[in-house]
């Protein structure tokens, strides 16, 4: 196809390519909306605290409780700012897929829109080994993939600190008979809530060489 007759206007992402934009667009919004939460939460607990003086030095639990509310509140920010950066990126891979299409013959986008076998060989071969970086790379992605991976490490790590802060507040202000308990139920929910995100693995139908083919692959349009 010459370049001056590419369908500039109507061009439109693979469907693959458009649900991994979608998909991650979905994942950093929501979890923007989290850390903002935490990052307000953590705020007013730690406003609740007394003023450190002279008179009266923080003890170690205060000053614990100190270290780890900060720490939640710059954590959460780090990962708020960082998923606004990844979705602005994403944003543009249309648009970027579009210029690469207009100045480069030899990319992706534009070898895959003209149906190359090739182009669709190496297409079908990064889905099958699920190298979603890689592909976005190709399709025009600005931003390091590798972001995403420094993205999840500091959400839990966030959803970990506001966890210890709710548990060092509550032996604070509460009696060791309320305190206790509650702070064993609130050990729970943190080992319930962060462990599957490191060790569980969602399990899918992964894409083989007899599910999926050049040949069954569909013609892009």
């Keep these: 196809m010459p370049l001056d007759e590419f369908d500039y206007a109507n061009y439109k992402l693979p469907e693959a390519v458009q649900q991994y934009v979608d998909a991650w667009k979905s994942a950093l919004g929501n979890g923007s909306i989290v850390t903002t939460l935490l990052v307000a939460t953590e705020a007013q607990l730690l406003s609740l605290l007394p003023i ?23 954590v959460n920010l780090l990962v708020t700012l960082i998923s606004l950066f990844l979705l602005d990126a994403l944003v543009n891979v249309p648009l970027s897929a579009r210029s690469l299409c207009l100045e480069d ?33 190709k399709f025009g992605m600005s931003l390091p993939w590798g972001l995403t991976g420094l993205w999840a490490i500091f959400l839990y790590i966030g959803c970990g600190c506001i966890f210890i ?17 509650l702070m064993i139920l609130v050990a729970a929910a943190l080992v319930v809530t962060l462990v599957p995100m490191f060790f569980y693995r969602r399990k899918s139908p ?15 349009p």
Aim: one cysteine or more; aromatic letters at 12%.
């Design 105 to 137: 013959e030899t990319c992706l986008p534009r070898r895959l829109h003209t149906n190359e076998f090739k182009a669709r060989e190496e297409f079908i071969t990064l889905l099958k080994n699920e190298k979603g970086g890689e592909l976005l790379r």
């Design 52 to 74: 450190r003086d002279e008179e009266h030095p923080d003890t170690p639990a205060i000053s614990a409780f100190r270290f780890f509310s900060y720490a939640g509140v710059f």
């Design 206 to 220: 992964r894409l083989t060489a007899n599910s999926i083919s050049v040949e069954s692959f569909p013609m892009v």
């Design 165 to 181: 802060q709710l548990s060092l507040y509550l032996w604070l202000n509460e009696t060791h008979v309320v305190s206790g308990p």
